[in-house]
Nanobody, 122 residues
């Protein structure tokens, strides 16, 4: 079992930056691919991006490409999402997930965090 807990969400102005973290416990995340998802009010949860086990590959949704960066520190058992040039449409609950393959499909992920709220507003 892997427990995932997100932190670092909050209120940020448009154009600002924020880093959210996903701390894992129970098992090392080094054996899992990791992903970030988000769910805005009244919308379906959507894929933000993912990272391979050894950080050799990262993938991003077109909507965040060039603005968001995913990284991981397996020694700290933590996943990160660095967000810059934030826009109001980035407002959502951001959740991390651990799975077997890097994929935008939610069904490929086994473990999920509860999420952290990110609000972009002036």
């Amino acid at each position: 079992q892997v427990q995932l807990v997100e932190s670092g969400g909050g209120l940020v102005q448009p154009g600002g930056s924020l880093r959210v973290s996903c701390a894992a416990s129970g098992r090392t995340i080094s054996t899992y691919t990791m992903g970030w998802f988000r769910q805005a009010p009244r919308k379906e949860r959507e894929y933000v991006g993912g990272i391979s086990r050894g950080s050799s590959s990262t993938y991003y949704a077109d909507s965040v490409k060039g603005r968001f960066t995913i990284s991981r520190d397996n020694a700290k058992n933590t996943l990160y999402l660095q967000m810059s040039d934030l826009r109001p449409e980035d407002t959502a609950v951001y959740s991390c997930a651990a799975g077997g393959v890097v994929s935008p499909r939610q069904t490929t992920y086994t473990y999920w965090g509860q999420g952290t709220q990110v609000t972009v507003s002036s």
